[in-house]
C-alpha cells in the first residue's frame, strides 16, 4: 500500500478510511486495528487517531473507552430515525431550490434525469446511482442553503454504512424515476409546496423500499 505524504497527514488518512468504509472494506461493526493500519500508511498512530476522531464526529466508526474504535453498525432504527428527517431536509431543499434556480440551473437539473433515464434503459446501474446522486446534489446545491446541505451530507455518510440500497429492489428504479420526473415538473413549473411533498414522499419511498428488502432477506435467510 502506497505510503502517505506528510502534507495534510490526518485528512489525507481520513479520507482513505472514508472511502475504504464506503466501498465496506471495512464493513460495519469491524475493530479498527490502529497499529496495523499505521504501519500500512508508514504513519504514527498520532495522525491516525486524529483522522478517527474526525470520523467519529461524521457517525462512521465509534471511539469506545478501553475497547478502541470500531465501524459504525447502522440499526433498522436508525434508518427510520433518519429517513423521515433527511425527507423533511431534502423537502425543504426542493422547495428552496425553486425560489432560487434559474432556467439554467433547470435545465442542467433535467440533462442529469436524461442521464438517469438512459442508465435505466440500458442498465448500467453504477452510471445510475452515481446520476441518482448528483440529482439530489443538484437540487440541494440550488437551494443555495449551505446549513442544510451541510446537514444533509452528513446524514448521507451515515446512510452509506448501510449494505442495502433501495434501488436494488425489483421494480424501484423505475418507482424512483418517475418520482423524479414529477420532482423536476414541479420544479419547472415554480411549485414550491409540491416539490417539496414530491422530494419529501420520495425520500420516504426509499426507506419503504428499504424495508421491503429487509424482509426479503430475513425470509429467505
Request: proline share 2%; hydrophobic share 40%.
Amino acid at each position: 500500500m502506497n505510503r502517505i505524504a506528510p502534507t495534510a497527514l490526518y485528512q489525507e488518512v481520513a479520507e482513505r478510511l472514508r472511502q475504504r468504509i464506503f466501498a465496506h472494506e471495512l464493513t460495519p461493526g469491524t475493530w479498527i486495528d490502529e497499529q496495523k493500519l499505521a504501519e500500512q500508511y508508514g504513519i504514527s498512530r498520532t495522525p491516525l487517531r486524529e483522522a478517527l476522531k474526525v470520523l467519529a464526529s461524521e457517525g462512521l466508526v465509534e471511539l469506545k473507552p478501553r475497547r478502541g474504535c470500531y465501524v459504525t453498525e447502522i440499526s433498522r432504527q436508525d434508518l427510520d430515525d433518519i429517513f423521515p428527517l433527511m425527507a423533511m431536509l431534502e423537502g425543504r431543499c426542493a422547495a428552496e431550490a425553486v425560489a432560487k434556480a434559474g432556467a439554467g440551473d433547470i435545465e442542467a437539473l433535467k440533462e442529469i434525469h436524461e442521464r438517469l433515464e438512459a442508465a435505466a434503459r440500458d442498465g448500467r446501474i453504477d452510471a445510475f446511482f452515481e446520476a441518482n446522486q448528483e440529482f439530489h446534489r443538484k437540487i440541494q446545491e440550488l437551494s443555495g442553503n449551505r446549513w442544510l446541505l451541510s446537514v444533509i451530507q452528513d446524514l448521507r455518510k451515515v446512510l452509506k454504512l448501510s449494505r442495502l440500497h433501495s434501488l436494488s429492489l425489483e421494480g424501484r428504479l423505475q418507482q424512483s424515476l418517475d418520482e423524479h420526473r414529477r420532482i423536476v415538473a414541479a420544479l419547472s413549473t415554480r411549485n414550491a409546496e409540491e416539490a417539496e411533498k414530491l422530494m419529501h414522499d420520495h425520500l420516504l419511498s426509499g426507506r419503504e423500499a428499504l424495508a421491503k428488502m429487509e424482509a426479503k432477506l430475513e425470509k429467505a435467510a
